[in-house]
Structure formats: structure tokens, C-alpha cells
């Protein structure tokens, strides 16, 4: 069975090579353009992964800053979702007939997934 992290790079590295591949092409109509962005922000997952990896291996990583590094990015994901997905998702959906409903069903998902694979841990 795959470890989760790597379920998750089979699926996601198509995907966003097309999330940002295509709308390059459109834009300037170019193959070449959008094939070298694609590749470009394709790197950046495995480099950071590389230099995360060094960092372990050098034993400088603590658990609190573990604690911050994870902090940070829980927030800067907030960020993005709330300033950017949920407007966009209202902008497409100005009666709000689904938006809120697609957020909060697939913030269950979440937790519930969470919850079946055993991978939250409540805490005293």
C-alpha cells in the first residue's frame, strides 16, 4: 500500500502541471511557455522536499519548530482559501445557492477522512 504523501504526488503532479500549463497557453498561445512554467513550478515541490529532508538529516529541526513551520503554513492556507477560493467561488455563484454548502460539506470530508484513516489524535 502507498503511504499517503505519495498518493497524494501521483494525483496532484498532473494536475497542477495543468493548472498551470493551460491557462499559459491560452494566454500567450505558446506551447513552449506554458511547458516551461508547468516545469518550473513542478520543481519547486521535490526542491522543497530536498531541503526539508537536509534540514531533518541535520538533527536542527526541534518539535517547536515543527510546531511554528506547521503554524505558518495552516495559516498561509487559511489565507488562500478564505481570501481567494471563497470569493471565487461566490464570484461564480452569486445567489450562494452552493458555495457555502461546497465549503462546509467539503470541510466534513476533511474531518471525516481525518477520522477514518486514524490520522487526528485528540488531545487532553
Known amino acids: 500500500m502507498l503511504p499517503l504523501g505519495k498518493l ?3 494525483t496532484a503532479c498532473p ?9 499559459i497557453f491560452f494566454a500567450t498561445g ?12 513542478g520543481i519547486a515541490e521535490p526542491l522543497g522536499a530536498l531541503i526539508g ?9 526541534n518539535p517547536l519548530a515543527m ?18 477560493l471563497v470569493p471565487r467561488a461566490l464570484h461564480y455563484d452569486p445567489s450562494n445557492k452552493y458555495a457555502t454548502t461546497g465549503m ?9 477522512s481525518l477520522v477514518l484513516l486514524g490520522l487526528w489524535e485528540p488531545t487532553n
Open 8 to 10: 497524494y504526488e501521483l
Open 15 to 23: 494536475a497542477e502541471g495543468i493548472a498551470v500549463g493551460v491557462p
Open 30 to 41: 505558446s506551447r513552449w511557455k506554458a511547458i516551461g512554467w508547468a516545469a518550473v513550478t
Open 53 to 61: 529532508l537536509a534540514i531533518q538529516m541535520s538533527g536542527q529541526l
Open 67 to 84: 510546531g511554528i513551520i506547521m503554524s505558518l503554513v495552516a495559516g498561509i492556507m487559511t489565507g488562500v482559501a478564505f481570501r481567494e
Open 104 to 112: 462546509f460539506a467539503g470541510m466534513g470530508i476533511m474531518a471525516g
